[in-house]
């Protein structure tokens, strides 16, 4: 074009013209996403001009690009997580979803599904899944997490951790369902039935005991997510959902509620998800995930490759409502400011933050600081040490440092 | 276990035990998945007790369940259609988005992509992806709709027409990029300058002339789909979104911006996408989408199996803002009942509507009928082909019937 060569890269490449860059402690699934971009003898082939010649077909399913490769590190065969330092908005794609299965992912024939609800109720019922779908549906936006998310911050995780390490292990989806109050008014709850034990169909049938309370306050029996069914990671065909309440007390293919007069002290709240004080004392049936919040861009792994502007962003989320403020601090916490929370910003829900940040080059700790509609405000890890000591093990959410040098490179840091 | 002899389907069965069943009318995807789940030997294998064998180990990127087969048509190379009748809540899954591409889908290196703005500004700059990441972002909920959507009504669609092939060139998805007013205020818009070329890099290069006005009040330049990068269908890596316009304004593969102080006429405006009237005279650049609606459960090809309740659910969007109200009739629009709306209820997304029904048995027609913010209600088809004629041929917003005879099946029915 006739003022072709006039046209500038923004600012004359000083201030825009360079992307966050993602090194080679990502892991394993990074490093195979920048070799298939390396060599133009396996990367995908692609025209000169595209406007000339013919695209391709639309096919039934769509695929993502061949640039793409978004992965999941599964450090084991059950864990997965959520590689949140590459995700944008609150939805976390359903392949994305991060994932603890301690039996592995069942396989299940949605036509022989039931959900069986008995003990102390007036009529034992077994619902199949077309039964569940015929009642009154809802939909909720809301993040899952699991208790033991950044547990390697209790006790002085590696710098070299990534957001995805540290923090993946929470996702947020739009979930379909129907309330467990429905369905527990369909078989009518035995007088004293105060606990429910939630049973799924995994090897070694995970199962909890659940206050009948909260079933019927916002429980729900869900089989869609993200608009279409449940992932089989996610509880094909249906799982419970406890909004706000720590990962495995949402259990996934579900397939028992059966209520009793108290707590039926399963594997997983006696061998398991108790939790040792500093004092001695241990605390059982912890079940609300208080605010917290990461910063996942810039984060560790990454490399800031100048000075200037860079937008912070990052997730915040509370298991008791809403998120109100965040707050960013790129000194280590002696000065903060306000981040703007992207709207609409809902209940139990994964908010997004973002703040505005000139670097200046030189060293710098980027944290971020949650409060909920109740007033909670995120501590530090100092403030949860001082509380809990360090062998608490699980439900940490405190700040975490994300240092800045002056080459650029973002690793974790204590905070 | 022990009462087992006592348990019961809900209301032994007569209530709440069968499911909408959805006819092979729906088209050859849907008669696949039918013919997978009825075939022992080609249906998906699964233990007889899940509880009782190890489950699959997690891989770094999830799949659906070989259960499930949610299948787009694409009843030629270039268009899909979101299959509406099988989803929940609002959310689109990005491989089901609805897909228009008359060149089909174009494919581009990330690396070598750039937006250029040019024509009369101040300073022509082209933007590579990096450069479009680094700005300040946004995320948006928001739904986009072919112009097309719903033609054939406009001359009496065929009765076993299903919502997919009426309603479903539209989808919603979480959107994220920089606003166009961030890009143009960094290259300075020149006086006069009140039209823009926006043209992709598709085959043929679709090109649109858009309002600078509109640009600058609340365009977009997207890179991420919920959650994650553009997917190619939709435009990787980059695409213009104009909220609550006709889809083809949304330019995919957005490759060029030209400012400029009249329309550009392309081709996408005079020879089509200009619309004839019952008069004789024409419309062009009609841009904004008005309030619509449909039913997606129970619809067009399925079939319900008994009398009873069962919930009526179903979409409803406004390219003017938020949805305000849905009505819901069963009796071919004499006697309308409010509709619960989801919430969050956000301005120009799909918004999720609720109606409890009982159907008794016998003939019924059901309907729905939106309100948005603006005052604006959804009209018949005879009111639009009284104002419009049948030769309109894109932007059929009427309601539209499903008639249920009285052995369940349900069709289109003009109303």
Redesign the interface.
């Known amino acids: 074009?006739a003022?072709s060569d006039?046209?500038?890269?923004?600012?004359r490449g000083s201030r825009?013209?360079?992307?966050l860059l993602l090194a080679g402690t990502a892991g394993a699934?990074a490093a195979v996403a920048f070799a298939d971009?390396a060599g133009a003898q396996t990367?995908?082939?692609?025209?000169d001009d595209?406007?000339?010649?013919?695209?391709?077909?639309?096919?039934?399913?769509?695929?993502?690009?061949?640039?793409?490769h978004?992965?999941?590190?599964?450090p084991a065969?059950?864990?997965?997580f959520t590689p949140l330092e590459?995700?944008?908005?609150?939805?976390?794609?359903?392949?994305?979803?991060y994932?603890i299965?301690r039996?592995?992912?069942?396989?299940?024939?949605?036509?022989?599904y039931g959900l069986?609800i008995?003990g102390m109720v007036n009529?034992?019922?077994?619902?199949?899944?077309?039964?569940l779908?015929?009642?009154?549906?809802?939909?909720r936006t809301m993040f899952l997490e699991c208790a033991g998310n950044t547990r390697t911050a209790w006790k002085g995780a590696p710098p070299e951790s990534t957001v995805q390490e540290l923090e993946g292990w929470t996702s947020t989806s739009?979930?379909?369902g129907v309330p467990v109050a429905t369905l527990l008014k369909?078989v009518g709850i035995g007088a004293g039935a105060s606990w429910a034990l939630a049973e799924?169909?995994?090897?070694?049938?995970l199962s909890r005991s659940i206050p009948v309370d909260k079933l019927l306050s916002d429980g729900l029996v869900a089989?869609?997510q993200?608009?279409?069914?449940?992932?089989?990671?996610q509880g094909?065909?249906a799982r419970l959902l406890l909004p706000g309440w720590i990962g495995n007390t949402n259990v996934k293919?579900l397939r028992r509620l059966k209520l009793g007069d108290q707590p039926f002290m399963t594997r997983y709240e006696t061998a398991l998800y108790t939790f040792p004080e500093a004092d001695g004392s241990a605390v059982q049936f912890a079940f609300v995930l208080e605010a917290k919040s990461a910063i996942t861009r810039p984060s560790g792994g990454m490399t800031i490759p100048e000075p200037g502007?860079?937008?912070v962003?990052g997730l915040a989320w509370s298991g008791r409502g809403r998120i109100t403020r965040v707050e960013v601090s790129a000194d280590g916490g002696q000065t903060w400011g306000e981040a703007a929370l992207?709207e609409?910003v809902?209940s139990i829900s994964h908010t997004?933050f973002?703040f505005?940040w000139t670097w200046d080059g030189g060293e710098a700790v980027l944290q971020s600081r949650a409060t909920d509609e109740t007033g909670y405000v995120q501590p530090t890890r100092s403030q949860l040490v001082a509380a809990r000591g360090t062998d608490f093990g699980e439900m940490f959410n405190g700040i975490i440092g994300w240092h800045v040098a002056t080459d650029g490179k973002v690793t974790y840091v204590e905070s």
């Open positions: 074009m003022n006039k046209i500038a890269s923004p600012r825009l013209s360079r992307r699934a971009r990367g995908p082939s692609v025209p595209p406007t000339r010649v013919p695209g391709q077909p639309v096919a039934p399913v769509g695929m993502r690009s061949p640039f793409e978004p992965v999941r590190l599964t065969p059950v864990p997965a590459q995700l944008y908005g609150i939805i976390t794609p359903s392949d994305l979803h994932v299965a039996g592995g992912i069942p396989a299940i024939d949605p036509t022989e069986l008995h009529q034992p019922t077994s619902f199949s899944l077309d039964d779908k015929r009642f009154p549906s809802v939909t739009e979930w379909t369909e799924g169909s995994d090897a070694g049938a089989y869609g993200n608009g279409e069914a449940l992932r089989p990671e094909y065909p293919w502007f860079w937008e962003t992207q609409p809902l997004r973002r505005p």
